[in-house]
Every structure is written in C-alpha cells, then in structure tokens.
T-cell receptor, first 117, second 115 residues
Framework: DVKVTQSSRYLVKRTGEKVFLECVQD?????MFWYRQDPGLGLRLIYFSYDVKMKEKGDIPEGYSVSREKKERFSLILESASTNQTSMYLC????????????????FGQGTRLTVV | AQKVTQAQTEISVVEKEDVTLDCVYE???????LFWYKQPPSGELVFLIR??????QNEISGRYSWNFQKSTSSFNFTITASQVVDSAVYFCALSYPYNTDKLIFGTGTRLQVFP
C-alpha cells in the first residue's frame, strides 16, 4: 500500500517562528503536493514538486516555501508563522505520467493541524 | 477559469436512505479529469474515482455510483442504501490544465448518516 506520512498530527507554534512540516512517501512517486484545508474553502494547493529540487507555486504560495532534496521527502516551510496560517495541512503524492497518461490519483497523508498562537 | 462547486455544505440522512452529492465544474479545457475523494474523521483523503472528459459512461461500484454529464458540467455521486460508515466529507476535484496531476477541489460536502 502507498503510504504518505506526515511527521506530526498536531502542532502549536508561536507567531514569528519558523515552522517545518515534513512529509514522506514510500512508493517512489514523482509528484508531491502540499495543500491547505480550511472550512468553507476546501483544499487549496500551496506548492507542487514534480521532481527532486523542482517546485512550482500553487494557488496560495505566499508565506510558504518548500524543499525537496530527496525524492521521498517534501517539506513545507513557514518562514515566519502567522495566525492566518492556522489550518490543516495535507501532503499528497502521485505517480506522475504513466504510459503517456497524466492525472493519476493522489494519495494523501493524514494531515497536520497547525495552530499558530 | 477553473472552478468546482459543491453547493451542498452538509447533508444528513438516516441509514439505508439513498443520497446524491452534487458537483458542478467549470473548465476551458477539452481534456480534463474529474475525481471524488472521501475524507473520514481520521483526516486522510481516500481516492474514490477518476473520470476523463471523453468517457461519459456512468460508473457503479457497489453502493456507489457516479453520473457524469458534460452537457450540464456535472459529476454527481450517489450512495445507495447509505451506512453510518459513509459519514465523511466528500470532495469533488478537477484537474488543472496542461496535463498535470494538480487538482482544484470543491469546498466539500459533509455527509452524516444516522442509525
């Protein structure tokens, strides 16, 4: 089974702290994603990575950065946490292009609920 | 613009009732994919189905069925004979343009099935 593991289920951080959210997948997937989930807004894409050291901004990248030094690991970084970044963060991975076909299904981690106080 | 609308915020039913979750999408693409995901209380989104824009056949998987209609830009999801274990938040999603695995999600519908 594909497994996407997020390092923490719950985090509480102070305003201004630098925060690292870690995600590891064990299926050699090319693509990894960070989404943010807020009530009434659904999931919104923060950043996307399609290969090691390759990244692409999603819809709401402001205040975030990412790192992908190894294929299996994708980190989301909040440079200076703010209260409006209190949210549920979901990591996902997908195979990428398979036999010429995109849009393979994504596998999600259990989420990290971050509270910034 | 790419957009997914799930107008039903929350639905409550009693066990064994049938329930339909609506999904309406907007896209400029002629080739696109639609998805449904389930998010149980544990938090992890679980993939249910992917449908490409050229395949309008309805699909049935056990108690789940999906109705894709390009003419109305809808991709509705029906659960027949609902069970308490179906209680979850359900998300409809649309692929980004230009053939990537990125998704645009709707706001989700919370389904509560009471015994």
């Amino acid at each position: 089974d594909v497994k996407v593991t997020q390092s923490s289920r719950y985090l509480v951080k102070r305003t201004g702290e630098k925060v690292f959210l870690e995600c590891v997948q064990d299926m050699d997937h090319e693509n990894m994603f960070w989404y943010r989930q807020d009530p009434g807004l659904g999931l919104r894409l923060i950043y996307f990575s399609y290969d090691v050291k390759m990244k692409e901004k999603g819809d709401i990248p402001e205040g975030y950065s990412v790192s992908r030094e190894k294929k299996e690991r994708f980190s989301l970084i909040l440079e200076s946490a703010s209260t409006n970044q209190t949210s549920m963060y979901l990591c996902a991975s997908s195979t990428g292009r398979v036999g010429g076909r995109w849009n393979t299904e994504a596998f999600f981690g259990q989420g990290t609920r971050l509270t910034v106080v | 613009a790419q957009k997914v609308t799930q107008a039903q915020t929350e639905i409550s039913v009693v066990e064994k009732e049938d329930v339909t979750l609506d999904c309406v999408y907007e896209t400029r693409d002629t080739t696109y994919y639609l998805f449904w995901y389930k998010q149980p209380p544990s938090g992890e989104l679980v993939f249910l189905i992917r449908r490409n824009s050229f395949d309008e056949q309805n699909e049935i998987s056990g108690r789940y069925s999906w109705n894709f209609q390009k003419s109305t830009s809808s991709f509705n999801f029906t659960i027949t004979a609902s069970q308490v274990v179906d209680s979850a938040v359900y998300f409809c999603a649309l692929s980004y343009p230009y053939n990537t695995d990125k998704l645009i999600f709707g706001t989700g519908t919370r389904l509560q099935v009471f015994p």
